[in-house]
């Protein structure tokens, strides 16, 4: 299986901030991967594809990049409603989906 | 818009069979992956299976062959079945449709999902 590993675990910020998230495959993937953001008690919600296409409806303050092993979602202006737990996923090996461990953006 | 919604039981007791359905508003199930994922309590997601009308089934060989999945397209539903559950298969359980880019696949569309407690 391929592994996804994000960092950091978990990120403090404040409104109007830069985050950067990495992900980073355990072998190549491509750029297939997707970013998804997921608030307490809900779905996640899938914010970018294929590494760096913005989903239709999805604020453009997010954006994704990256190719092969190493992956980045940033996000240039951090707004209230973006504090949640982001999640990357592999989708190389579809079916053999895998998901990264999640980094949750808190409130500094 | 597609809408999805997960149904069935919340308490399994150990060793029976999970079984949940999900059903499909504003979309025909004949068209994209109908996936199942789940999450256990605090913890992170992970892909149990999926339908594809054309496609057949597919299932995450971690489940050791307890999984099944099936549809009923006249009810424009799909169905997961989880045999000999223990209390690691404690979860919220996900039935999501997904698309194709290229030779990747993506879920784009989630239900709000249904917490499963396996306990006697």
């Known amino acids: 299986d391929i592994q996804m590993t994000q960092s950091p675990s978990s990120v403090s910020a404040s409104v109007g901030d830069r985050v950067t998230i990495t992900c980073r495959a355990s072998?190549?993937?491509?750029?297939?991967l997707g970013w998804f953001q997921q608030k307490p008690g809900k779905a996640p919600k899938l914010l970018i594809y294929a590494a760096s296409r913005l989903r239709s409806g999805v604020p453009p303050r997010f954006s994704g990049s990256g190719s092969g092993t190493d992956f980045t979602l940033s996000i240039s202006s951090l707004q209230p409603e973006d504090f949640a737990t982001y999640y990357c996923?592999?989708?190389?090996?579809?079916?053999?989906?895998?998901f990264g461990q999640g980094t949750k953006v808190e409130i500094k | 818009q597609v809408q999805l919604q997960e149904s069935g039981p919340g308490l399994v007791k150990p060793s029976e069979t999970l079984s949940l359905t999900c059903t499909v508003s504003?979309?025909?199930?004949?068209?994209?992956?109908w996936m199942w994922i789940r999450q256990p309590p605090g913890k992170g997601l992970e892909y149990i299976g999926y339908f594809h009308y054309n496609g057949g089934t597919n299932y995450n060989p971690s489940l050791k062959g307890r999984v099944t999945i099936s549809a009923d397209t006249s009810k424009n539903q799909f169905s997961l079945d989880l045999s000999s559950v223990t209390a690691a298969d404690t979860a919220v359980y996900f039935c999501?449709?997904?698309?194709?880019?290229?030779?990747?696949?993506?879920?784009?569309?989630w239900g709000q999902g249904t917490l499963v407690t396996v306990s006697s």
């Open positions: 072998q190549g993937i491509s750029s297939w």
């Open positions: 999501a449709r997904a698309f194709r880019y290229d030779s990747s696949v993506y879920a784009d569309f």
């Open positions: 504003g979309g025909s199930i004949t068209s994209y992956y």
């Open positions: 996923q592999q989708a190389n090996s579809f079916p053999s989906w895998t």
